[in-house]
T-cell receptor, first 115, second 113 residues
Framework: AQSVAQPEDQVNVAEGNPLTVKCTYS??????LFWYVQYPNRGLQFLLK????DNLVKGSYGFEAEFNKSQTSFHLKKPSALVSDSALYFC?????????????WGAGTKLIIKP | EAQVTQNPRYLITVTGKKLTVTCSQN?????MSWYRQDPGLGLRQIYY???????DKGDVPEGYKVSRKEKRNFPLILESPSPNQTSLYFC????????????FGPGTRLTVL
């Protein structure tokens, strides 16, 4: 069965420190992986995706994510956190073999950046 | 401006009173989808559509209907709402392939009393 796990409900980081939001997945075939961010009272916004190629993917707002096939992970990272990064982050995966384009979503991780 | 719009943004209604939440996109996207977001459960897909007149059930379709008569519009219909449908609803659209990102509307917060 396909699944996505975001093992931390909440991550607290001091401003200026590096941040990591974890995501692991399970699919039958190869994955398409996505990160989205939801700011308070807003819809979700696309951050970055891994389709193929370089395992390190760069996205919006200085975020990046590393695809690790052996560990089936796609952790989101940023070298220096900003207070404005505080939001809810969702990881999602799509199985390349899935013909109906459905995304499997993680439960979300609340990121709190403290000044 | 490329966007997905939803209306209404907030709705309080009573059990059994039919309602429709509209969704429209101006990006000529083929794929559209409805999600509900509940605390601790993330996003759950209700219905999706891969093109005009083509719709299919997602993970939680019970109690909902959709239609896709035009490419830009994808309304969500609750024929007889119940309190367990109180939730935050999002419409999304994307190009017609699995590797394209989705664009989300601002959300509709629905309360069913």
């Amino acid at each position: 069965a396909q699944s996505v796990a975001q093992p931390e409900d909440q991550v607290n980081v001091a401003e200026g420190n590096p941040l990591t939001v974890k995501c692991t997945y399970s699919v039958s075939g190869n994955p398409y992986l996505f990160w989205y961010v939801q700011y308070p009272n807003r819809g979700l916004q696309f951050l970055l995706k891994y389709i193929t190629g370089d395992n390190l993917v760069k996205g919006s707002y200085g975020f990046e994510a590393e695809f690790n096939k052996s560990q089936t992970s796609f952790h989101l990272k940023k070298p220096s956190a900003l207070v404005s990064d505080s939001a809810l982050y969702f990881c999602a995966v799509r199985d390349i073999m899935d013909s109906n384009y459905q995304l499997i979503w993680g439960a979300g991780t609340k990121l709190i950046i403290k000044p | 401006e490329a966007q997905v719009t939803q209306n209404p943004r907030y709705l309080i209604t009573v059990t059994g009173k039919k309602l429709t939440v509209t969704c429209s996109q101006n990006m000529n996207h083929e794929y559209m989808s409805w999600y509900r977001q509940d605390p601790g459960l993330g996003l759950r897909q209700i219905y999706y559509s891969m093109n005009v007149e083509v719709t299919d059930k997602g993970d939680v379709p019970e109690g909902y209907k959709v239609s896709r008569k035009e490419k830009r519009n994808f309304p969500l219909i609750l024929e007889s709402p119940s309190p367990n449908q109180t939730s935050l609803y999002f419409c999304a659209s994307s190009r017609g392939g699995p590797y394209y990102e989705q664009f989300f509307g601002p959300g509709t917060r629905l309360t069913v009393l």
